[in-house]
């Protein structure tokens, strides 16, 4: 083997196997799993903030209205998962979000 | 009017209308970078090959003053002609008219040559530069899109389909390329993209350049939807003809056979396979040593590298690759690498190309991304592709053969027709530090020197079972070879099975997990 082709060698364990191989770029960017926090609310599409429909503090039953979420023409409905209280808002009327952006968190 | 006149006439109107969108346009054209449409095809094909079709044909949209616009040929280019004495039928698309849009006329030039390809079972290609639907003419554009996708699917299988990329194909227009056997991108002349980065940005706020977003180097790394990359059109149209060479004509016929020659590979295959079995080594200089001439033509060289693919010969015969990577990601197989693979597979039965497989497979790649990427309908398709092919199918296993990765790689089960194995082949369930973990667990839980019974028990396990002759005393490996003996043994496989005949129940098609 080549000095060259030596270079980029890192261990990568399958089955507890430890290989010497190189990464692909794209497995190097790989989005690495969070597990979900069920008091955040995120965006699941990017888009805009139309309208807040509740104040930081506010105390808001199952499947109220907290904001819209305008995507691809659509006004999207955000609502509340379970009864609770909205802890912070994160985002005001007009901005422009991404995908998985932290909206509200509520408690 | 004498017939000299007439003919003189002819010329004149051939001249006019061959310059397409005038010197204008075709002045911005190489401005950009790229040949005209007419340059590329006779590029392209053999010398004095070409003959076009429906060089007069005139567009037929009468709104937005279109009436009173002449486009020369409705912006693409079609005929028939040869490479190294292959027939083609082909068509361009000609940017320097309306920007290559695509209208009624347009469409129906493209699924004339079309039926044309597929009615005189030849190959077709398609060269793509094209701003998209031509929106003077609203839906009949659309209808026009469509009725190349259908003949694409029809023709699917039947005979091969090339694309070539050589400027843009945006929106609806990259379904067709999507839908045939191999696309070309050519760096800083491709792109491709459904939605452009206006529309991303304004609706969505993300700011992306065209060549970020869509260029020959992201489909050709990182999408996977395009199976050749180069640098300029010479050397895309180089690897097309060499492409053109390695295929038939059409699904009832076999690859063009060449004069065998030996490898130029002199040496022992051995000494390219490191002894420790997790060192890794570049497969593709295994298939160099095996080869005809060791002319190995890869496909799908930058994505998904830790699965290798492409053509070879054996004995002036086309035969198709499929060996894991060691080199890349452990060889593993994922979402990615098993798409690859399958697709190849397809394509190979589909035209009575044989399949060698070269396995050094350590199991699939773990992780959370994968398995919710789908890797296990993306891993059965390899499972689908294997068991469905009837062409003659031989397999090698270099190195290790584990798990499921072991019964995906065309194994007997999935009916190979020729299995070997080298003799520092490991054919187990899993690697010995995983297997004996599992069952010597008691034992080496249960010992006062934990490491050193471990140890002890892989040392035990290797010996019993990481070798190939555990699967040989059951007949899943028909024989257990020396590495210098491969290539006779393929070339044998390849010979005895010239006659295989491998009928299977009649349906209308399976339904593979796409």
Known sequence: ?107 | MSLKKHILDLRKRREQVQKGGGDKAIEKQAAMGKMTARERILALLDKDSFTEYDLFVEHTARDFGMDKKQLHGDGVIIGTGTIYGAPICIFAQDFTVAGGSLGLMHARKITKIMDHALKMRVPLIGINDSGGARIQEGVNSLAGYGEIFYRNTLASGVIPQLSVILGPCAGGAVYSPALTDFVFVVENISKMFITGPGVIESVLGEKISMEDLGGARVHAEITGNAHFFSESEAECFEQIKKLVTFIPWNNSKKAKAFPPKPPKFKGNIEDIIPSDPKTPYDVRDVIKAIVDDSDFFEIQELWAANMVIGFGRLNGETVGFVANQPMVLAGVLDCDSSDKAARFIRFCDSFNIPIVTLEDMPGYLPGVDQEHAGVIRHGAKVLYAYSEATVPKVTVILRKAYGGGYIAMNSRHLGADFMFAWPMAEIAVMGPEGAANIIFKKEIDEAEDKDAMRALKVEEYKEKFANPYVAAAKGYIDSVIEPNETRALLLHAIEVSAGKDDHRPAKKHGIPPF
Do not use: W
Request: charged content about 30%.
């Open chain 1, 1 to 107: 083997m080549s000095k060259e082709n030596k270079e980029g060698l890192v261990d990568f364990a399958i089955l507890s196997m430890k290989y010497k191989t190189k990464l692909t770029k794209k497995f190097q960017n790989r989005v690495k799993y969070d597990d979900p926090n069920p008091n955040h609310i995120l965006s699941y599409i990017p888009g805009t903030i139309c309208e807040v429909f509740v104040k930081e503090g506010q105390e808001v039953q199952e499947g109220e209205s907290l904001l819209i979420l305008e995507a691809m023409k659509m006004r999207n409905q955000i609502t509340m998962p379970y009864t609770g209280k909205v802890k912070a808002i994160k985002v005001s009327t007009g901005d422009r979000i991404p995908k998985n952006h932290l909206m509200v968190e509520i408690e």
